[in-house]
């Protein structure tokens, strides 16, 4: 069995006559430790297979299976707890709480799970030692961003969802917070999935999964992922 | 299509629309209700004052008023009647001091209210007041009248009657007894002998409220003229009255003259006896007599004069008049603090709604809506909701309000009918005002929106950045902090402004309600604190006049046989006035013949000093601060005729009614004493009903009084009074309650996005609702210590305005009122913080993905 199991799953919103089917019959597999890229237009179900994947909502029928959890049914508070100690999240507009340092933004993370990594170290680890004690606002978003993906993997997360990471920032900045994913992923072993509708991305994965109309249209293994050094776009 | 939008956007957050309405009721509810109090109240006096034509002026001659006055007036164009009015004591039951006044059935000025049995048609008939006094007399009874010139002095009660130019309890003070009068009688005008009127009475043809500057301009003028009139008749009487005993004069001076001379030439002469020369010298005396008590007289006439009083110098519409201005005070101060919150939580409400709605208002910027069109769909939201709330708020706040102020008044004053309008003005003041706020606020935070490019507004505005407070420059306390207590302290002072309209919202809504409670607390404790803490006995025993040593000495005896009775206190009480601006103060000075400590408590309110009566005097708190006296000061007053001059050696604590006390001297001879405090048992109702019946079978007790009494008619007076309060707390408790609500939703709604992020990352429901939680409390305990403070200032404001001169307040907030004030306040912190709880539940994370940056 995979890492992460998505066997036929649906999410149906809204009520009978103006029911909107977000994902049908969706299935895909991803191992732990590899590097996935979903794919896809906006309006083709990745964001919802994200919210699913991120414990933000629940499948309307089929099996999400994370870790050997079946999280299909799982109420709000696990939900929760399953966000708080088993996700990592980097969000496009990074999130961070603006009243915050950097360092406080991370140790915010760390403050509700029991099993993470010191906030310093993880700062230091992504090239902010320097600039710990800085407010968001004086933090270029390069930086930003920076800060929520060292939030998000302090917390020692099974799987580190990053939700367009880098569709604020610049081409190089982005360069640069997409090797950090990959980095993150080679040294410490995270699943790390990253959604984008940017098809330039996917040589760097180890499998890419694309989304059309709500569907998985096409699951692509590269044996040989290039180093972001070499992508363009 | 844009008002249909306002419509929508209404629909959709309704509950932000509805708190928006309900403080704009509140705010222009109580702020029109209250201001309408006063002036309701003076046209309730003139509805009044129109309907039994009042007088407008009374005219008094000391040499009495003659037909020919009333007949000359009369020509001038005068509407005038004059009547016969004396005072005299009345026995039944005990002692009473009565006004008597003649009855005219024809009469059209000062029209009586018949409240039962029939008006007086036979000369042996009367009609008396009904009032404390004279409860318990029937129609039937028979009254004697021993003073006045009356043809029949038995007179028979026909019924009971309301006299208009006695509005209030209070009378004229009169020489007999205790220097009050105890109700008065009208018997008809054929029933006295006397062939001179007391008083005259002007109605002028007015049809302006008395309130008004136009009635004072007339008033001016006519008494002018009355002035000239008056000072005529009053010489030619006066010559009239004179030339006779000028005569008179003159002739004895002739006489005297003449024994004088005769007496000069035989004073020195050996030949005339001794005899003759006593005669003659006694004669002599007897003369000089005669001539001095002439001169007496002429002096007596020529220092005659008229007095002119306006219906203002009346003492009961006086006193309602003073009322009506105290109650202007209060309706200054407290719908203003009221308003300022219901204002600022407006503001907030509406910079908010503005603030969320950048990114549409952006959308139909750049698709070329003018900014006056987006902005319309804002002042429609705002416009309704502030017409709706003020429009129900005025026709509440009018109907009620005036109503039960009116009706706690009513308990002092005899006036009926109620005029209670809507008064325009008022309602389009108040209306304006919320308007010119709340519209303010929404176009204020509109221009400033909209002032943005289209671009910057599609982006949502950006945070303000964080920032790092004192506290951390303090790393001993910063670094002890828990992690999440620095989030907040840092996120209560990160919003000044939102930070200073939450502080204000919840102290000022929390003043209030420790207001109401403050009030009621002093108002209630007036009477346990005069009757049961101030004075400690609990009868006063008034001695008839003129009783001998023996007598008196008699009574103590009978009284001292009473089981009842534990102590009596002998005591000098007598009445004096006291000038005060223009106002004549009533104080009774009081002389024990003994140890007064144990009958009233001397001791001064706020050091609980106790003061001991053995030199100068000690004088009542509330006439020592109208008269602006402080121990050491001398104070002079006149007592019987006689000066005093003392140094005040105390200020004693006091609520109703002004004493001087003084100790005895050399001079109060041993029997002048006139009243007796007495001591008692614990009686109850009736059995103090039964010893006021035995003592006053004793001769020479003129009255007895219960302290009870007085309680009881202060405490039911001062009950109503406690209703105001109420008003005050559950009107000021409904604002506390959308001020917290509104601040919570503002505040929830304002960081949606961080709300929504830091569920993501995993916060269960109660750690979210911990996250913001924690600064409303904090916000709200600063808020709650402040409105605390601001609320005693507020009661001491109050009462200091609304206490009549002859009463005082404590004015100490009691600890139970700040106690429930609190329980209130956290009653309605929890409830908000509860629905907040829901609230935040229902955050949808995907909030946290599709927001832009």
């Known amino acids: ?233 | 299509m844009l008002v249909k939008e306002s419509f929508i956007s209404i629909k959709k957050n309704y509950k932000r629309y509805i708190s928006l309405v309900l403080i704009i009721l509140l705010g222009v509810g109580f702020y029109a209700g209250i201001k309408a109090s006063s002036p309701d109240m003076k046209d309730t006096l003139n509805h009044f004052y129109q309907e039994h034509n009042l007088y407008d002026f009374q005219l008094i001659s000391e040499l009495g008023i003659l037909e020919e006055d009333v007949t000359e007036l009369k020509n001038k164009g005068y509407t005038v009647e004059a009547i016969h009015s004396f005072d005299t004591i009345i026995k039944k039951q005990e002692e009473n001091a009565v006004k008597v006044y003649s009855y005219d059935k024809d009469s059209k000025i000062n029209t009586l209210t018949l409240i039962e049995g029939k008006l007086p048609q036979q000369e042996n008939e009367c009609v008396i007041e009904k009032n404390e006094t004279t409860k318990d007399f029937q129609i039937g009874d028979k009254l004697t009248v021993e003073q006045g010139n009356l043809k029949q002095k038995e007179l028979t009660i026909t019924g009971f009657i309301q006299s208009p130019i006695y509005i209030s309890q209070e009378k004229d003070s009169t020489n007999l007894l205790s220097g009050k009068i105890d109700y008065y009688l009208y018997t008809p005008k054929e029933n006295f002998l006397d062939d001179y009127y007391s008083i005259l009475y002007v109605d002028l043809d007015n049809e302006d409220s008395i309130f008004s500057d136009d009635y004072d301009k007339k008033i001016e003028t006519e008494n002018e003229k009355l002035q000239t009139i008056t000072e005529r008749l009053n010489t030619s009487r006066k010559e009239e009255l004179l030339n006779p005993i000028r005569e008179q004069q003159s002739t004895l001076e002739q006489q005297y003259n003449t024994v004088k001379t005769q007496y000069e030439n035989i004073k020195n002469n050996p030949n005339v006896s001794d005899q003759q020369k006593e005669r003659l010298a006694s004669t002599l005396e007897t003369l000089e007599t005669s001539k001095a008590e002439l001169e007496e007289n002429i002096q007596t006439i020529e220092d005659s004069d008229w007095y002119i009083l306006d219906i203002t110098s009346n003492i009961g519409v006086y006193q309602y008049e003073q009322d009506t201005l105290r109650l202007a005070n209060i309706a200054q101060i407290f719908p203003l603090v009221f308003f300022v919150v219901a204002i600022l939580v407006c503001l907030t409400t509406m910079t908010r709604m503005v603030e969320e709605q950048r990114v549409q208002i952006g959308t139909l910027k750049s698709l070329g809506y003018t900014n006056l069109a987006i902005m319309s769909k804002y002042i429609i939201y705002a416009l309704s909701a502030t017409l709706i709330g003020s429009i129900i708020g005025v026709t509440i706040g009018f109907k009620v309000i005036p109503n039960i102020i009116f009706n706690m008044y009513d308990v002092a004053y005899n006036i009926p009918d109620f005029q209670n309008s809507f008064q325009t003005d008022l309602a389009i003041q108040g209306t304006l005002i919320a308007l010119i706020c709340t519209l303010g606020a929404t176009i204020y935070t509109s221009i400033k929106t909209l002032k943005e490019v289209p671009a910057e507004l599609l982006r949502p505005k950006a945070p303000k950045s964080g920032k790092r407070v004192l506290l951390e420059r303090i790393p001993f306390i910063w670094k002890r902090l828990h992690f999440s207590h620095k989030v907040t302290i840092r996120n209560v002072f990160r919003y000044k402004k939102k930070f200073l309209m939450t502080i204000i919202g919840i102290s000022g809504s929390t003043a209030l309600v420790l207001a109401g409670f403050g009030l009621k607390d002093c108002i209630e404790r007036l009477v346990p604190d005069q009757y049961e803490n101030v004075f400690q006995y609990q009868a006063t025993v008034t001695l008839t006049e003129n009783s001998t040593t023996e007598e008196k000495e008699q009574i103590i005896n009978e009284l001292e046989k009473k089981e009842e009775i534990t102590d009596i206190l002998k005591i000098n009480q007598e009445g004096i006035q006291i000038d005060y601006n223009d106002t004549t103060q009533n104080v009774q000075v009081i002389v024990p013949y003994g140890d007064i400590e144990n009958f009233i408590r001397l001791q001064n309110r706020e050091t609980n000093e106790q003061y001991h009566l053995t030199n100068g005097v000690i004088i009542s708190e509330k006439i020592a601060t109208l008269l602006d006296k402080q121990v050491g000061d001398t104070i002079s007053f006149t007592v019987n005729k006689k000066d005093y001059q003392e140094e005040i050696t105390g200020i004693t604590e006091n609520y109703f009614n002004h004493y001087f006390y003084l100790p005895q001297s050399e001079e109060n001879e041993e029997n002048s004493y006139n009243t007796l405090f007495l001591k008692t048992t614990n009686l109850t109702e009736k059995e103090e009903k039964d010893l006021a019946t035995a003592l006053k079978e004793i001769p020479g007790i003129s009255s007895i009084s219960f302290t009870s009494d007085s309680k009881n008619t202060f405490d039911s007076t001062m009950k109503n009074f406690s209703y105001v309060a109420l008003i005050l707390i559950i009107s000021a408790g409904l604002l506390a309650f959308i001020v917290l609500y509104n601040l919570e939703s503002v505040n929830i709604s304002e960081r949606i996005r961080e709300l929504a992020s830091i569920k993501v990352l995993g916060f269960y429901d109660k750690e979210v609702y911990l996250y913001t939680t924690r600064e409303t409390i904090i916000l709200f305990v600063i808020g709650t210590i402040i409105g605390l403070g601001l609320g005693n200032i507020l009661v001491y404001y109050v009462l200091k305005t609304c206490e009549q001169d002859i009463m005082m307040f404590n004015p100490v907030v009691a600890w139970p009122s700040y106690f429930y004030t609190l329980l209130i306040m956290i009653v309605f912190i929890s409830i908000v913080s509860i629905t907040s709880y829901f609230a935040l539940k229902k955050i949808d994370m995907i909030e946290s993905l599709k927001s832009v940056e």
Not at chain 1, 79 to 85: D, V
Not at chain 1, 164 to 181: C, S, W
Not at chain 1, 197 to 218: C, L, R, T
Request: proline share 3%; hydrophobic share 40%; net charge negative.
């Open chain 1, 1 to 233: 069995m995979s890492y992460i199991e998505f066997k036929d799953v649906n999410k149906i919103y809204g009520e009978k006559e103006s029911e909107i089917h977000a994902l049908v019959n969706t299935s895909f597999q991803i191992e732990k430790s590899e590097l996935v890229v979903i794919l896809g237009p906006s309006g083709a179900g990745k964001t919802t297979a994200l919210n699913i994947l991120g414990g933000m909502d629940n499948a309307t029928n089929g099996e999400v299976i994370i870790d050997g959890n079946n999280i299909t049914h799982y109420n709000k508070k696990q939900l929760t707890r399953y966000r708080r100690n088993d996700i990592g999240f980097v969000f496009q507009f990074y999130n961070l709480i603006q009243n915050l340092t950097a360092l406080e933004n991370v140790e915010l993370a760390t403050e509700i799970c029991k099993d993470h990594f010191d906030p310093k170290e993880i700062l230091k680890s992504v090239g902010l030692e320097n600039r710990m004690n800085n407010f968001p606002s004086q933090l270029s978003g390069g930086e930003q961003q920076r800060v929520a993906i060292a939030r998000a993997i302090a917390k020692n997360p099974k799987i580190l969802l990053a939700d367009e990471p880098t569709g604020a920032l610049d081409y190089m900045t982005g360069k640069q917070i997409l090797k950090l994913l990959k980095q993150i992923q080679q040294e410490r072993g995270v699943t790390v999935i990253i959604i984008t509708h940017n098809s330039a991305i996917a040589p760097m994965a180890d499998k890419v999964i694309k989304f059309k109309n709500g569907q998985v249209e096409d699951i692509t293994i590269n044996e040989k992922p290039l180093p972001v050094d070499e992508i363009e776009w």
